[in-house]
T-cell receptor
Framework: GAVVSQHPSWVICKSGTSVKIECRSL??????MFWYRQFPKQSLMLMAT?????????EQGVEKDKFLINHASLTLSTLTVTSAHPEDSSFYIC?????????????FGPGTRLLVL | GQNIDQPTEMTATEGAIVQINCTYQ??????LFWYQQHAGEAPTFLSY????GLEEKGRFSSFLSRSKGYSYLLLKELQMKDSASYLC????????????FGAGTQVVVTP
């Protein structure tokens, strides 16, 4: 089946630093990837839609200058949390849509747990 | 507005059957997905419905009624490993196929 990887799986950083998270589709080309954030015991909240070769589309309330998204190739999207603060601590999950499969299902990466001290 | 409702928690015993209901009111509809999410892990795809009716996949089945804005996920022959959160998600009609998720139903399977 479709495989999506994320790196790193865990990151701890100091307040004010920037953190980059990578999302890769390993066995298919994903023109569209999605970034979600999930707080404990809550559902997934879509942050932005990342399209290869174009600017990301952000959901209402998500600061595009704080959460920088780059979808440089058909298999890689990156999310950079700039000037991270403790309130940015969360579980960040990416997904990639496989356009070839009939259902165009979104497949999720394993997630990145971010802790900002 | 957009609204997806599912129960917060359900408890059932090993070997039993549990049905998780999901109702939705969304501005567009292009399919409904069910995902399973174990604590601390990412969601894994379980099922997809876009037409009315029942889709069966082993111990899991999913049903959709578009006119009622209603779906359910049926888990049969429950196993301890089925203890997880089950997320109902509706796909929008935009070109990117965004998913809107419900809050999830925590299923607890007891011995």
């Amino acid at each position: 089946g479709a495989v999506v990887s994320q790196h790193p799986s865990w990151v701890i950083c100091k307040s004010g630093t920037s953190v980059k998270i990578e999302c890769r589709s390993l066995d298919f080309q994903a023109t569209t990837m999605f970034w979600y954030r999930q707080f404990p015991k809550q559902s997934l909240m879509l942050m932005a839609t990342s399209n290869e070769g174009s600017k990301a589309t952000y959901e209402q309330g998500v600061e595009k200058d704080k959460f920088l998204i780059n979808h440089a190739s058909l298999t890689l999207s990156t999310l950079t949390v700039t000037s991270a603060h403790p309130e940015d601590s969360s579980f960040y999950i990416c997904s990639a849509r496989d356009p070839i499969r009939v259902q165009e299902t979104q497949y999720f990466g394993p997630g990145t747990r971010l802790l900002v001290l | 507005g957009q609204n997806i409702d599912q129960p917060t928690e359900m408890t059932a015993t090993e070997g039993a059957i549990v049905q998780i209901n999901c109702t939705y009111q969304t501005s567009g509809f292009n399919g409904l997905f069910w995902y399973q999410q174990h604590a601390g892990e990412a969601p894994t795809f379980l099922s997809y419905n876009v037409l009315d009716g029942l889709e069966e996949k082993g111990r899991f089945s999913s049903f959709l009624s578009r006119s009622k804005g209603y779906s359910y996920l049926l888990l049969k022959e429950l196993q301890m490993k089925d203890s997880a959160s089950y997320l109902c998600a509706v796909r929008a009609t935009d070109s990117w196929g965004k998913l809107q998720f419900g809050a999830g139903t925590q299923v607890v399977v007891t011995p």
